[in-house]
């Protein structure tokens, strides 16, 4: 079986800042892991993924992810926050080479401030 | 850029009623999926079809629902007899043979009264 936790359901930084979102993941199998972005109202946008080549990941906006399979763990961060971060980020496992099913995290809220 | 999409946006529907949602994925992948996310939860697989039939389907996915791909363009989802447990954001995706990536298309929210 395959599964995500996400940590946090909400973060909230202050703009020009540093972003954590944090997911854990279960997978019996080598996974593929992604990170989505959904901004209100909106559909799901990818913003990264690893699927067992370099364990740093760089994705859009200046976002990257790093694949830790001793922690089991594919945090996202960012250096500095900028307002249009603000959405909802959901974490996603996969079987690698598989038409397997995405099986999403609850997702995390994130708020950037002035 | 290619993308996938969905029509309608917006459906609002009686309960009992039935309802088709329309997804035209990217024109090379080979690979398709629905998702739904009810309002405040967590996406959720709904059905996965390839090579015109449904390779894995969850829980959720029961004898109301039904997928088809009736002209090689479309991938439609049919709900027979809505209830109001179904409202929700349904999300169609498609990928291709080579990469893992699923593209989503914008949605399609159901509300069903």
């Known amino acids: 079986a395959q599964s995500v936790t996400q940590l946090d359901s909400h973060v909230s930084v202050s703009e020009g800042t540093p972003v954590l979102l944090r997911c854990n993941y279960s997978?019996?199998?080598?996974?593929?892991l992604f990170w989505y972005v959904q901004h209100p109202n909106k559909g799901l946008q990818l913003l990264l993924k690893?699927?067992?080549?370099?364990?740093l990941v760089k994705g859009i906006n200046g976002f990257e992810a790093e694949f830790k399979k001793s922690e089991t763990s594919f945090h996202l961060t960012k250096p500095s926050a900028h307002m249009s971060d603000a959405a909802e980020y959901f974490c996603v496992v996969t079987f690698t080479g598989t038409a397997s099913k995405l099986t999403f995290g609850t997702g995390t809220r994130l708020q950037v401030t002035l | 850029e290619p993308e996938v999409t969905q029509t309608p946006s917006h459906q609002v529907t009686q309960m009992g009623q039935e309802v088709i949602l329309r997804c035209v994925p990217i024109?090379?992948?080979?690979?398709f999926y629905w998702y739904r996310q009810i309002l405040g939860q967590k996406v959720e697989f709904l059905v996965s079809?390839?090579?015109?039939?449904?390779?894995?389907k969850s829980e959720i996915f029961d004898d109301q629902f039904s997928v088809e791909r009736p002209d090689g363009s479309n991938f439609t989802l049919k709900i027979r007899s809505t209830k109001l447990e179904d409202s929700a954001m349904y999300f169609c995706a498609s990928r291709n043979l080579q990469e893992g990536t699923q593209y989503f298309g914008p949605g399609t929210r159901l509300l069903v009264l």
């Open positions: 024109s090379n992948h080979l690979y």
């Open positions: 997978s019996s199998y080598s996974p593929s």
């Open positions: 079809f390839y090579n015109n039939e449904i390779s894995e």
């Open positions: 690893y699927t067992s080549a370099a364990t």
